[in-house]
């Protein structure tokens, strides 16, 4: 079984500019998310998607960040335009549910450097 | 506020040499606490899933314990490969399916 795909693995971009990441989940995980890491916190959460819909965005920190997931398959993130405080890890993860025994598995993470 | 803190901050042990991590945590209702090693350049890898108190899971020199206030991770007789970050999370009892995390305890095995 294909794990959970997140590309590009690095991006360094400029203030201002607009970059987009792609999170591919296991096939047949309805559930999605979104998480993010900023140097020396812990990693907090971003959104959460049910097959195509947001489920819950409370973690999104404004409205320069898109989240969108296609058909209830793989999904995007945009920052647009990117701010310095932006430069993190972000993980997606997904899920089969959310019954006991149902975990969540992470990729491998975007590292996002806005300078 | 629910809160997860875990302890120490860092962690180096000689191979062989037993230790224990801590997660506490402080929220409104617990319907999972969640153990992930992490290596660097990887995203969290799944270790246990416990539930209640009282409940304990093992896997290989892991094992990983629960109680209504904390969690522990006790490491026995480590290997350098066991080296890693290991992050406690929580799923809240009410409202949305989101972990929320501590900062991580990073663990070094010296050979």
């Known amino acids: 079984e294909a794990g959970v795909t997140q590309f590009p693995s690095h991006s360094v971009i400029e203030k201002g500019q607009t970059v987009t990441l792609r999170c591919d989940p296991i096939s047949g995980h309805d559930n999605l998310y979104w998480y993010r890491r900023v140097m020396g916190k812990e990693i907090k959460f971003l959104l959460h998607f049910v097959k195509e819909s947001k489920q819950d965005e409370s973690g999104m920190p404004n409205n320069r960040f898109l989240a969108e997931r296609t058909g209830g398959t793989y999904s995007t993130l945009k920052v647009q335009p990117a701010e310095l405080e932006d430069s993190g890890v972000y993980f997606c993860a997904s899920s089969q549910g959310y019954s006991r025994g149902y975990g969540y598995t992470f990729g491998s993470g975007t590292r996002l450097t806005v300078v | 506020e629910d809160q997860v803190t875990q302890s120490p901050e860092a962690l180096r042990l000689q191979e062989g040499e037993s230790s224990s991590l801590n997660c506490s945590y402080t929220?409104?209702?617990?319907?999972?606490l969640f153990w992930y090693r992490q290596d660097p350049g990887k995203g969290p890898e799944f270790l246990f899933t416990?539930?209640?108190a009282g409940e304990e899971k093992e896997k290989e020199r892991l094992k990983a314990t629960l109680t209504k206030k904390e969690s522990f991770l006790h490491i026995t007789a480590p290997k350098p490969e066991d080296s890693a970050t290991y992050l406690c999370a929580v799923r809240l009892l009410f409202g949305n399916e989101k972990l929320t995390f501590g900062t991580g305890t990073r663990l070094t095995i010296i050979p």
């Open positions: 416990l539930y209640s």
């Open positions: 929220v409104s209702g617990l319907r999972g």
